[in-house]
């Protein structure tokens, strides 16, 4: 290498210095298979640029960044007072008309920059050998990835649930690994594994990578045959929470397979399962999975009527008050679309919380909150307007409306709280209605 | 009375030593009590016919040392009855067609098969038969070849012709030799009435040699007379296994030749579901007889069946039998949740997918079935 560095009077060769850490470089140079450093011209044909941005997480010794941008230095230049800085940082610092050292703040008697090419060289060669290091793991993960796949072919029992856990491991870490198995069949791989007679301890870890990869079209085709769902569903009902909210996302991602049909997902024990998960507040995630995916269900049609059978809606409207708003969002929006086949507006009347809680909600969390509410309102008050508009007006209904009307620069919100208000205060007379709405002097 | 007796005292015995026995039956109670706590109990539950005693056998198999060979003998004389039963059925029918039939020419017996056909209707309807002879064999040979019976044979749903038969008459030349003992095979197929409650205690003992579960299998009867009154001794089960033969969606019942199969399955197993008994106990449907259904299938529409009816085939040949599996999992898996309230929906309710008379299957159903049982007992227990 023969570019010798002098530090605090020793002389050391920079191989020596960069991997025992003395630039503050931390360990991990340790690369193994005699790859330890690049030459200079290797290193020179590795872009700085992007070597950078690829290392982006990786901590930068201290004497590598300018002072100005906190950047690593790609074009280091040394003033007479002997700091260093960024070539285009200082200049800029100069044409605003400053003559000061940025960090020593003293004045400069010299305004000559000398490129400092010692430290580009270093910061260079730091660079080049951190990426072929990280290079060089990634392929090793790669190769590993490619590996288990091969193992995982033959494998039976304990050693199968060993191969799949490896495999699930370097996934999570690596999107190489990633990459590396779909682009060597494994979701196909994976998939096979999916069946009728899969055990709980196999499909768990499956799912779990699946859940993680890049499905392509085929692979999700593969996945939605019904024996394979069913698993899903099983596991979904039966897992770890982790496994649960994995079924669900991949249930999910399936959903937005070209081919992707309602029968699909229409068993009910799908339903129920998901059901138990939104229910089940100690875990926020698998809450929102949940929801997500029930959402997602009910965007077809055939599937409302049976979402309804299970019991979804006055479960879903008595968890509204525990909710966070991305979750009142996702239960407002899935009520509202049950709002829309004839048993979910009679599930939504007969519920006692639903006016009291669809009420609450109004103004309160956001526009499109606002605005659900208000649709699964007219719902239900379009089905059987004199009770359930007297029951709006109990609940304070008439004051939020006025204030939708009031506040809202939403031309179809205000239309519709008007409409509602005026089908809620039907039966009322003006002044019976106006004191039962308790509204505020000021809005009187 | 009772009470009387226990004031009886035998003043001649010294108290000690009554004391020191009483301790002792104490402590065994106590012993098997606890060792009883850890017994998983399951019950085998089903119309009659649904393949519960083939599973039982099957596990009798699997995890027990099987049929010694006294047992094995024990099942000859099972065999050949349902041999003549079986002969019996056929002939009779194939009369009853003949003169019920438009087309009556076909269920006509050939003359020189006939007497034949009479003879052996009445050995069939005897309380002993005879043993089965090489001579007799050939004859219920030859009669099971008769085009007539063959015509017959292709109706059996409507007469009560058991699913053995095919089996038996194909195999008859083995079944009346000499020193014919049954094979495991023959075993599962022979088919008896179960009377009574039937019990096995085994361990399965899988890859993961520590599972140390022990289960008791009980195999009850399956006709209708009056189940409401001891199925309540059944609670505290940790698992009911209702076998339903799925390929008997064409047939009626042998109570009842007006009622049609599947539809009583469908009522027992919406009343057991609702059974207080039941309320925490994990449910395990078989849809059974899946080899039978494969082939039904295809010329027999499913919804000849009333629960069946808005059935709508797809395609054809194996993709159909995925599809018209799916569908009547899906109308069992709605009649569950139909059945259960709201308050038992914690209950694990699992489908599989059997063939009773295959081994290997039921091996593994049952190994998914035991990690599910004990996935429960974690997750009961606070450790899931």
Known sequence: MGLDVGVGGQVLDLETAVKDGILGGGGGIGVGGGCGLISTAAAEKLDLKKMIEELEAVEVPSVFICPISLDPMRDPVTLCTGQTYERSNILKWFSMGHYTCPTTMQELWDDSVTPNATLQQLIHTWFATKYSAMKKRSQDVQGRAIEVLEILKKAKGQSRIEALKELRQLAAAHSTARKSLVDNGGVGSLSSLLGPFTTHAVGSEVIAILVSLDLDYSGKTNLTQPAKISLMVDMLNEGSIETRINCTRLIEMLMEGKDFVSENVSSLSLLVGLLKLVKNERHPNGVIAGLRLLKAICSHESLRASIVSIGAVSQLVELLPGFKADCIELALHILEVLSTVPEGRLALKECAKTIPNMVKLLMKVSESCTQLALAILWAVCKLAPEECGALAVEAGLAAKLLLVIQSCYNPVLKQRSAELLKLCSSNYTATNFISKCKLTTTIQ | ?384
């Not at chain 2, 706590?37 to 539950?45: G, S």
């Open chain 2, 1 to 384: 009375m009772g009470s009387l007796c226990s004031k009886q005292r035998h003043f001649d015995k010294p108290e000690n030593e009554e004391n020191g026995q009483a301790a002792e039956i104490e402590r065994r109670i106590e012993q098997e009590t606890k060792a009883e706590k850890h017994i998983q109990k399951l019950l085998l539950l089903g119309t009659g016919d649904s393949g519960k005693s083939t599973i039982f056998k099957q596990i009798k198999l699997l995890f027990q040392s099987g049929f010694g060979e006294a047992e094995l003998k024990s099942y000859t004389s099972i065999v050949h009855a349902n041999v003549y039963q079986t002969i019996k059925i056929l002939h009779d029918g194939s009369k009853e067609l003949a003169q019920n039939e438009a087309e009556s020419s076909k269920y006509i017996i050939s003359s020189a098969n006939k007497d034949v056909g009479e003879r052996l209707s009445e050995i069939g309807g005897r309380l002993n038969y005879p043993q089965l002879t090489k001579e007799l064999a050939e004859e219920i040979g030859s009669l099971w070849n008769d085009p007539a019976i063959q015509e017959t044979y292709s109706r059996g749903n409507e007469l009560q012709v058991p699913d053995c038969a095919h089996y038996f008459m194909e195999n008859l030349q083995r079944l009346s030799d000499a020193n014919y003992l049954p094979t495991k095979e023959d075993v599962l197929y022979a088919r008896v009435r179960t009377t009574g409650v039937v019990e096995i205690q085994f361990s399965p003992v899988g890859e993961n040699k520590k599972s140390g579960e022990v289960y008791r299998l009980f195999d009850v009867g399956g006709q209708r007379n009056e189940r409401r009154k001891w199925i309540h001794l059944f609670e505290g089960v940790t698992a009911v296994i209702f076998c339903a033969a799925i390929s008997e969606y064409d047939q009626t019942l042998f109570e009842d030749e007006h009622k049609n199969r599947m539809m009583d399955t469908k009522e027992l197993f919406e009343w057991v579901l609702k059974q207080p008994c039941f309320e925490k106990t994990s449910f395990m449907l078989f849809l059974n007889k899946f080899d039978l259904f494969e082939k039904k299938v295809a010329n027999v529409p499913l919804n000849v069946c009333e629960w069946f009816k808005d059935y709508q085939p797809v395609s054809s040949g194996k993709q159909e039998v995925e599809h018209a599996y799916e569908f009547v999992k899906k109308k069992f898996e709605e009649l569950y949740f139909q059945s259960t309230s709201p308050d038992r929906v914690d209950r694990v309710f699992k489908i599989y997918r059997t063939t009773a008379l295959d081994q290997k299957l039921v091996k593994k159903t049952f190994k998914l079935v035991d990690e599910t049982l004990r996935r429960r007992n974690l997750f009961e227990a606070g450790l899931l």
